[in-house]
Every structure is written in structure tokens, then in C-alpha cells.
């Protein structure tokens, strides 16, 4: 059968790439059209699994190029920002923490001290994640390293798939809440969303707009989780062989030392950038390589390359090359001429609606959060102008309703990227269930949370 979805997406990914190239849309230049079509070809490839999401990348990143629809520099512009070395970063320092047994010492003493019952595990589930989104800022390391350790449970515990995909569900769905609180949380999302408001947000000014409803949002997941999903059998952790593997790490090396340092400095430094303007991206990658340098770090080898995906890199390229290129084309702003109504709300909560269920319903289309991110936040940021809303209020609106939303695995990354080896053994229908209630809770988070919030801060 994933064969012939493949089979069939692909020739619907043609199909609707054809038709679109070759209809005509009032207002809509030829370049913006050849974007459309080849963007809309590339999100359906990418929601039916036709091939690994990076060769999919590739193929329309080169499609871009070779059809002419916007300069090299435009569709490869991910790479001319710090961003994606803020994401490369992020997946070498998580394999530091790893190698270097840092990571599972302190998850392994969280739960000695915290684990007592599958309530618990599925909490310390979301504090380890809260907890090492100030040490990894990005979510899949983070999740693989926390799975990594919670598979010590599972074993310990004789857990079956079902409290297995509870844990998994905790580990991955759950990083989307605990990425929005900082802002190297998501290195990549939340920098982009910053981008599009027309600002560049320090660290301590993401932490004043979206500390606070990111961490609501996170308790709240918690909760809905812990009231959808019960274990099925009794839960029993022999937390004897937590203690052997704790003990064989034996006394803080000088490696985890070392690991530890460059890593507080590296926070510091994220922390303080308001002070010193050196950008997210540039001070993970001088931590990156003061863990690589000798007698000061020699944690990171040549082997820990291995550990930065290529193919997660080229969808991220992709993903943004929709939106960067989506502008340049004028495909963006003829989206918003076209999907969004033309009165816009001066009421904020009424506003807020609009924009969260226009970006919902897009993000139930496209699948992807970047895309969507990507094409709505700058035609959501066109649409409202002329009324006079601060941009990043938009931005973050739309930033807010995608992130922590999903109803399939496609339409969010954290969530995908756990269906795989090693990752949480869940099934469609679970995340369908877990992501339903999520819906509710979104515009809970931003009617009653973040709007309130937002005019206490200044935004609004």
C-alpha cells in the first residue's frame, strides 16, 4: 500500500503541478504562478511520503532555479543567514551531550529523584524537554536524546507499544509546546517567525512575548495528554538498573565538564545578545567549534558529523524557498488578495480569530509548518497594514496557531520525525485524537493567554 501511495502522489503532485502552471490567474505573475505550481507539487509530495522529504526538497529547490522562477541567491537564502547554522549547531552540540554522557546523566538523576509512576514518566517527558531546550536548541535532538534514555523505562517497566506511543506522543508532541518558550528553543522556526514581524528579536525579548504563553501551552498539553491517554497495564519501574547505568557513568568526566562549560557560555551568550548583537546562529557555531578545538574542548570528532542530517537541512531550505521565493515572485501577496477577506478586524480578539483559522485551515492543506509559516505570516502581514497591526503580532499569531498544531503526522516535523527508528511507536489514530484536543487549546492559548499577555507587554 506504500507503494502505491507513493505511485499515486507523485502523479497527483504532476498533475496538479501541470495545471496549475498552465491556468491563468488575474494578478498572479508568470514567475509567481511557476512558484505555485511547483510549491504546491513539492507540499503533496511531502504529505504523501513520495520519497525521503529531502530528495523532495532537492527537486524543487533545483526547480526553482532551473525554471527561472527567482536568482539563486533567493531560493538558496536560508544558507545566507545565520539560521541554519543555528540548526546545524543545534544537532552537534546534542551529539556532545550525548557522546559525552552528559544528557543522560542528568535525565537519569531526574529520574531516580522524579519517576515514580507512568504520570510521572509522561511529566518528566515534558520538563526534561522544557529542561534541555535551554542546553539544545533544536527539537529533534532533543527528543531522540530524551527517547534515548526513556527506552531505559520502557525496558526497565516491560511497557507494550500502547504506553510506549503515550511516551512517545509525550516526547515528541510535546516539543512543540517546549520550543515556543525560547527563543533557540525552535532554531529555525522561531527565528523565522521573528524575521517575518520585520524585527530581530533577541533572546530575552522572545522570552517576554512567548515565555509565558509557551509555557502555558506546555502544561496544558501536558494535561490534555495525561486526561486522553492511560496506561494499560500497571506501571512498575525497577529503578535498580536506572541506578547501575547511573552509576557505570561514574563521577563527572572531564569531557562532560568541558560539554557543560561551552554550553553555559553558549546560553550566556544567547541570553546576553541583546547587549553584544552577535546573532543566535554565529554563537552556536563558535560554541560548536570551541567543543571541536583542543585541551579547551576535544568533545566534538570528525564522527560527530554524522549526526547533522542533510536532508532535514535541504526541507528546511525548501520550506523557507517557498515563502522567500513566494514573495520575490509576488505569489504571497496575491495569496492574501485572494484568500483573506478584504475588511480587516480592529478588534484584536476578533482579528486573532481570523488569522488562526485561516492559518489553520492553510496548515490542514500545505502539511508543512515552514511552507506554512513561509506564505501565510508575510501575507497575513500585508493583509493587516493598513490597519495598523504591529507585524510581529501577526507574525506570532500565525506562528503560535501552526506550531503547536497538527491532526496527521505531516503536518508537524517534531511529530514526523518521531514516527521513525527509534522514535515513538504511535499511530496515525493516536496522533489524529491527541491533535483534535490540541485544536481547542490553540485558540484557548491565544484568546485568553497571549492577547491578554501581549497588551500587558506592549505588542499590541
Known amino acids: 500500500m506504500s507503494k502505491y501511495k507513493r505511485i499515486v502522489g507523485l502523479v497527483l503532485a504532476l498533475l496538479v503541478s501541470i ?24 507540499v503533496i509530495c511531502w504529505a504523501t511520503s513520495v520519497a525521503q522529504p529531502g ?47 552528559l544528557g543522560k546523566r542528568i535525565a537519569y538523576n531526574f529520574i531516580l529523584k522524579f519517576v515514580n509512576s507512568f504520570t510521572s514518566v509522561i511529566v518528566s517527558c515534558y520538563v526534561l524537554g ?28 516491560d ?52 515565555a509565558v504563553p509557551g509555557l502555558v501551552a506546555h502544561i496544558l498539553m501536558c494535561g490534555i495528554q495525561l486526561k486522553l491517554f492511560k496506561p494499560s497495564k500497571t506501571f512498575n519501574l525497577d529503578k535498580e538498573i536506572i541506578r547501575k547505568q547511573l552509576n557505570a557513568l561514574g563521577g563527572l568526566n572531564t569531557v562532560e565538564k568541558k560539554t557543560l562549560i561551552w554550553i553555559a557560555i553558549g546560553v550566556v551568550l544567547w541570553a546576553a545578545d541583546s ?31 554524522d549526526s547533522v542530517p542533510i536532508g532535514t537541512l535541504l526541507f528546511l531550505t525548501a520550506a523557507m524557498a517557498i515563502g522567500t521565493v513566494g514573495a520575490h515572485t509576488g505569489m504571497n501577496q496575491w495569496i492574501a488578495s485572494v484568500a483573506l477577506p478584504t475588511y480587516v478586524p480592529t ?30 505570516a508575510p501575507a497575513i ?52 485524537k491527541f491533535g483534535l484536543a490540541q485544536t481547542v487549546v490553540i485558540y484557548f492559548l491565544i484568546l485568553v493567554i497571549e492577547i491578554p499577555w501581549w497588551k500587558l507587554v506592549g505588542l499590541i
Not at 130 to 151: E, K, T
Not at 389 to 417: D, G, Q, R
Request: charged share 5%; proline share 5%.
Open 19 to 42: 495545471v496549475v502552471y498552465n491556468l491563468q490567474f488575474p494578478g498572479l505573475s508568470p514567475e509567481g504562478q511557476k512558484c505555485l505550481a511547483i510549491s504546491l507539487g513539492g
Open 55 to 101: 530528495y523532495v526538497s532537492l527537486l524543487m529547490l533545483v526547480s526553482y532555479v532551473l525554471t527561472n522562477t527567482a536568482p539563486t541567491n533567493v531560493v538558496f537564502s536560508l544558507w545566507q543567514t545565520h539560521l541554519v547554522y543555528l540548526v546545524i549547531a543545534g544537532f552537534l552540540i546534542a551529539s556532545a551531550v550525548e557522546s559525552s554522557g
Open 130 to 157: 522544557l529542561l534541555l531546550s535551554f542546553l539544545i536548541p533544536h527539537p529533534f535532538p532533543r527528543c531522540f536524546l530524551i527517547m534515548s534514555v526513556m527506552a531505559f523505562i520502557i525496558k526497565a517497566a
Open 159 to 210: 511497557l507494550p507499544r500502547e504506553d510506549v506511543a503515550i511516551i512517545g506522543l509525550a516526547v515528541f508532541g510535546g516539543s512543540t509546546a517546549n520550543s515556543m518558550v525560547l527563543l533557540t528553543g525552535d532554531s529555525t522556526l522561531n527565528i523565522l517567525a521573528a524575521s517575518f514581524g520585520g524585527q530581530t528579536l533577541s533572546w530575552l525579548e522572545w522570552v517576554k512575548y512567548m
Open 275 to 305: 547587549i553584544h548583537h552577535i546573532s543566535p546562529g554565529w554563537i552556536g557555531a563558535l560554541v560548536v567549534c570551541g567543543l571541536a578545538m583542543p585541551v579547551i574542548g576535544d568533545v566534538l570528532k570528525p564522527k560527530n558529523w
Open 347 to 376: 478588534n484584536p480578539f476578533v482579528f486573532a480569530v481570523v488569522v488562526t483559522t485561516i492559518t489553520v485551515i492553510i496548515h490542514m492543506i500545505m502539511g508543512s509548518l515552514m511552507a506554512v509559516l513561509g506564505i501565510t
Open 381 to 432: 502581514i500585508a493583509y493587516a497594514a493598513n490597519t495598523g497591526w504591529n507585524p510581529l503580532f501577526s507574525s506570532l499569531l500565525v506562528y503560535t496557531a501552526i506550531s503547536i498544531h497538527w491532526i496527521l503526522p505531516m503536518h508537524s516535523l517534531n511529530i514526523l520525525v518521531g514516527t521513525g527508528e527509534g522514535g515513538g511507536q504511535y499511530k496515525d489514530s493516536e496522533v489524529i
